[in-house]
């Protein structure tokens, strides 16, 4: 039997649960969702951003190492699709985190020494000061 206290977290929960930060936050937030579902459409074939993630709920609970595996290879696709498409490197890095908020919110964790052993980010270029 389901608790009636659970609550299913959905794209929509997580946009009810952010209503109270800042706006500007929330359009960061959002735009990293909007950012990967446009990604998935274009990546696999019109499936939808929970196809996505109830196909890593199902690998995360067959094989744990499968899941990681195919996890950070998505997110690895992601960053270069956005590279492709020409987008600054400090602004990749900055959806990514709010892209990690949002896995995290709907149970998709990632931990930080393996988004350094398995993610490649380009070098923000650096402003030369005159």
């Known amino acids: 039997m ?16 952010i209503s109270t930060e800042p706006i500007t936050t929330q359009r960061c937030k959002l735009y990293a969702i909007k950012n990967f579902d446009h ?3 274009e990546t696999y074939d019109d499936r939808t951003t929970n196809d996505i993630i109830d196909e890593l709920f199902i690998l995360k609970t067959d094989n744990g190492q499968e899941f990681e595996d195919v996890l950070y290879d998505m997110l690895q696709e992601w960053i270069n699709w956005n590279e492709r498409k020409v987008i600054h490197p400090s602004t990749i890095r ?25 993610l490649r980010f380009s070098k923000i270029p650096k402003e030369e000061k005159h």
Request: aromatic fraction near 18%; proline fraction near 0%.
């Open 2 to 17: 389901t608790s009636f206290l659970v609550k299913n977290k959905s794209k929509e929960s997580y946009e009810q649960r």
């Open 39 to 41: 990604f998935v459409s």
């Open 94 to 118: 900055i959806t990514f985190s709010n892209l990690r908020k949002y896995l995290f919110f709907r149970k998709i964790k990632t931990n930080e020494q393996d988004i350094g052993e398995f």
